[in-house]
């Protein structure tokens, strides 16, 4: 009876969900997809950031303002898990960046916020971000953008996107970046959710959990990006290459598309 009683999953809220999770987060335990979307990122990210900057070849498509810091959004920041790459690269880069972390969640904020800043103090003073700022923010019950988020040349958002509706994901994508601004987009592949839907387990009792997700397709995600101005400027699929990542999960993981990831720009 106890081991069938362990292998129920409840369904929560996301935020709820991820608090569950928060336990456990940070002591090295990465989850599968965690794992898949920094292989993908070690090669989408450096072309996001070259979008951004001023020196980067692609000088008609830069968003670099012409004056003060490049502002950068991470949307779903979780426990900094991309944000600390941002802080990484943009000091390797020599950018003038204000980081922005905006998450629903309250037990996992301060943990990004935390490992931040700490990352920030062990830079030079001329590679460390012009400002960090973290904010609770959900929209789907938050109606104000935090102010410091607004008007950003970029817009970073991991594994979030599954978690809303695509109208509320680009109506507060839209409301953050500037015209001439980068967004982008890392998620579960449609492939992949439509055959397996990701639970986190409680380290202390045992019991598994998961949240409502919505099944988004990458000509969802085009055409919604173009009813908000955006343009698709790049698409990247992802499929595990390591069975030591995939693990006991090889049987759903193996030879599918498991993970996309995006850049659009928006349109001036």
Request: net charge negative; charged share 20%.
């Amino acid at each position: 009876m106890a081991a069938a009683k362990a292998e129920e999953i409840r369904s929560l809220p996301v935020e709820e969900l991820y608090t569950q999770w928060g336990t456990s987060y940070d002591q090295g335990r990465v989850n599968n997809m965690q794992g898949l979307d920094d292989v993908e990122l070690e090669t989408l990210l450096p072309k996001y950031i070259s979008l951004l900057l001023p020196q980067s070849k692609a000088t008609s498509g830069s968003s670099q303002a012409a004056s003060g810091p490049l502002r950068l959004v991470d949307f779903g920041c979780g426990t900094g898990r991309n944000t600390l790459k941002l802080i990484t690269m943009l000091a390797a880069a020599g950018a003038d960046a204000e980081i922005v972390g905006l998450d629903a969640t309250p037990a996992l904020l301060p943990l990004a916020e935390k490992r931040c800043n700490e990352l920030a103090a062990t830079l030079p003073a001329n590679s460390q971000p012009k400002k960090l700022s973290f904010a609770l923010y959900n929209p789907l019950k938050d109606i104000a953008l935090p102010r410091f988020a607004e008007n950003a040349q970029g817009l970073i958002s991991t594994l979030v996107l599954e978690h809303l509706p695509l109208s509320e994901f680009f109506k507060l994508s839209a409301a953050t970046v500037c015209p001439g601004g980068y967004l982008l987009i890392t998620n579960t592949h449609s492939d992949f959710a439509k055959v397996a839907h990701g639970s986190i387990v409680n380290p202390e009792t045992g019991e598994k959990y998961w949240s409502e997700s919505h099944v988004h397709t990458i000509e969802d995600v085009w055409n919604e990006g173009d009813r908000w101005g955006f343009e698709m400027v790049e698409v990247q699929e992802g499929i595990p290459k390591d069975p030591n990542m995939v693990g006991a999960m090889r049987g759903y993981w193996e030879g599918v598309k498991c993970w996309v990831g995006f850049i659009l720009r928006k349109k001036e």
